[in-house]
Each structure stands twice: as structure tokens, then as C-alpha cells.
């Protein structure tokens, strides 16, 4: 599916788009006129996970997950929906911390029909933790169904999901970016210098599956591990920061699609554009102070949890800043 990619770094460095900035993409020297062509040819699905760990999360876990859907659905380019079908991911398996009360699927299905959404599907994946077994299960579905790419969209990040975000998914696929991610604003250098975030990502299906998808090392632990294993690190705001060592799934398939398409760099981070607001809404301390601390944690751990899987596939994080497309090579985040 590779198509010719840009190679003008020149171009790039005098035109950079900052979040906010014009929108002529002109400006970036990237490919302007295959949009509505890919989405003819190409089919784009998307996941969300959504869970309520108790029923008194219910009703805002429904509130933020319908609203991502809503502006999914709303997404317009040239006249064509962006995404074709979304794939709502329920965990149920009770092995695992973190999976559903056992009433969210139903209600979501409910609200789902009394919408009258169509291609919006929501399914209770009974095995596998969230991160590694719900993403695996969901790309699997979307390619089943006949898509080519998959986004995923964290539902805290529903903000960034514009029609600037989704024109400039399809310019990457265009280009030949067979992983592309927005940079939200939590996670700017890290996305930029080509450790993409499933926050918001789109992946090309087939190349994923190539590589193996995401390793099920990053899944998290089961309830009964004896002794979880579990990253620390220290900040002089937050004091002492403790997390397993889990998530970070996109690192080794980042890794292994380099290694494997070795021809051209595929990665391309993507800044921000447009009039929308972008909020990444962390959990509120006061509704759900678990799920807050678990977010500072997360966020305070991600850079040596990036380390550790790095290291076992025998690279280190730099090596990732190579795997970046010329064009999308941002010259404040890579020297």
C-alpha cells in the first residue's frame, strides 16, 4: 500500500503547522489532493473501550463514550464519513483489576439504538486485560469486517478527534504512513519523536498484523500475580510514582514495523490544527480518586515503561525517531 512518500525536509521545517495555525496545509509540502480518494478505496474502522468499575460510574462512563461516538459519526471529509464503523470494547474478564461491572454493554446497546446509529457495535470481550487483549480482539473485528486502517480513540481525548485530525490521518496513509498519532497535549514530545500513543492513533491493519500485533508482555498483570512486577520512578511535584509494567503496547509493534518495511521510514506524529478545543479530561480526584491516581502514575511511568519494552527488542527509544517520515521529522522534537 505504499505510496510514493515526501521527502523535502526543507519544506517542512520553513511551514510548520502549530496547533491553532493556518489551515493550508500547503504549507507542510504534503499531498493535498488523495483525500476522498483513499477513504473510496479504503475502508477506516475505529475502536473505543469503555468501561464502569462499579455502577455508580455508569452514567458518566455512558456520557463520555456516547459523545466520542457522536463526534466520530460527525466527521465529515468532503462530504464522506471518516470512519465506517466503530467497534465499542466492553472488558469483562474479572482475572484482570480493571474490567466492567457487568451493566454497560446493555446500557450502551440501548442508547446506541434509541440514537438510531448504524455500523456502531458493541461487544463484551470476556478474555484479555484493556490494553493488550481489547486492542487485539478489536483490530481483529475491524479486519474481519473489511477495514484497512483502525483508529484508536482514547474516549478521554474526544476533543482532539476533528476534521483537521482526520484529513491529516488520510495524508499520512497517503504518504505511505502505515502508523500515524495525534499529539495530545500530555504527550507532545513522546508522540513527536515517533513513540505513538494509542490515545489517538490509526494503524494500517495488514502491516500490524504482520508484525504480530501488540505483545501480549504489555498486557497487564492478572489479580492473583503473586508479585507483580511494577515500574517506580520519582518526581519532585508528584513525589514517588509506581506502575506495572504494562501499557506502552505501541512500542514493540512501532519497533517491528521498522524493522520489517525497512525501505522507508512509516511513522508519522501530527500536531494539532484547527479551532477545536483539545482536553484530554483526567479522571475528577473528587468522583473517581482511584482512577486519578492510576492516570498520574501512568503518565509519570510511560517513559521507563518505553524503556523497558525498547530494551527487549534489543533497541533503545531514539532508534524510533528514525522511524519517522521525513516530513513529519518537527525540528523541536528531533534534532
Request: proline share 5%; with cysteine; charged share 25%.
Amino acid at each position: 500500500m505504499c505510496k510514493k512518500r515526501i521527502t523535502s525536509y526543507s519544506r517542512l521545517k520553513s511551514g510548520i503547522l502549530q496547533p491553532g495555525a493556518s489551515k493550508d496545509l500547503n504549507l507542510l509540502g504534503l499531498p493535498t489532493g488523495g483525500i476522498t480518494m483513499l477513504l473510496h478505496t479504503k475502508k477506516v474502522g475505529a475502536l473505543l473501550r469503555c468501561f464502569a468499575r462499579e455502577p455508580k460510574f455508569l452514567a458518566s462512563t455512558l456520557e463520555v463514550t456516547l459523545a466520542s461516538i457522536e463526534k466520530m459519526l460527525s466527521v465529515k471529509v468532503s462530504g464522506m464519513p471518516f470512519v465506517s464503523r466503530i467497534e465499542v470494547l466492553v472488558p469483562r474478564d474479572e482475572s484482570y483489576v480493571e474490567h466492567d461491572f457487568g451493566g454497560t454493554a446493555a446500557s450502551l446497546r440501548q442508547a446506541i439504538a434509541s440514537r438510531g446509529w448504524r455500523n456502531v457495535f458493541v461487544s463484551e470481550v470476556k478474555y484479555g486485560d484493556i490494553f493488550v487483549g481489547l486492542l487485539n480482539y478489536g483490530m481483529a473485528k475491524l479486519l474481519r469486517s473489511g477495514c484497512d486502517y483502525g483508529v484508536i480513540l482514547s474516549k478521554e481525548a474526544e476533543s482532539y478527534f476533528t476534521l483537521e485530525a482526520a484529513e491529516d490521518f488520510i495524508r499520512a496513509a497517503e504518504s505511505g504512513a502505515l502508523v500515524a498519532g495525534l499529539a495530545i497535549n500530555e504527550l507532545t514530545e513522546s508522540i513527536m519523536q515517533g513513540r505513538i500513543a494509542n490515545t489517538f492513533s490509526m494503524w494500517h491493519l495488514m502491516s500490524l498484523v504482520q508484525v504480530g500485533c501488540f505483545d501480549l508482555r504489555n498486557a497487564k498483570p492478572k489479580k492473583e500475580t503473586p508479585i507483580p512486577s511494577r515500574a517506580e520512578t520519582w518526581d519532585a511535584q508528584k513525589g514517588l510514582l509506581h506502575y506495572d509494567w504494562a501499557g506502552v503496547e505501541e512500542i514493540i509493534p512501532l519497533i517491528r514495523l521498522m524493522r520489517t518495511f525497512i525501505e522507508q521510514p512509516c511513522i508519522a506524529p501530527i500536531l494539532p490544527r484547527g479551532d477545536g478545543v483539545r482536553v484530554w479530561k483526567t479522571p475528577d480526584p473528587q468522583v473517581d480518586p482511584e482512577g486519578f491516581i492510576r492516570h498520574i502514575s501512568k503518565l509519570g511511568t510511560k517513559r521507563e515503561r518505553q524503556n523497558h519494552f525498547a530494551d527487549q527488542e534489543h533497541a533503545d527509544l531514539n532508534f524510533l525517531q528514525g522511524g519517522v517520515m521525513v516530513a513529519y521529522r518537527h525540528p523541536d522534537y528531533i534534532k
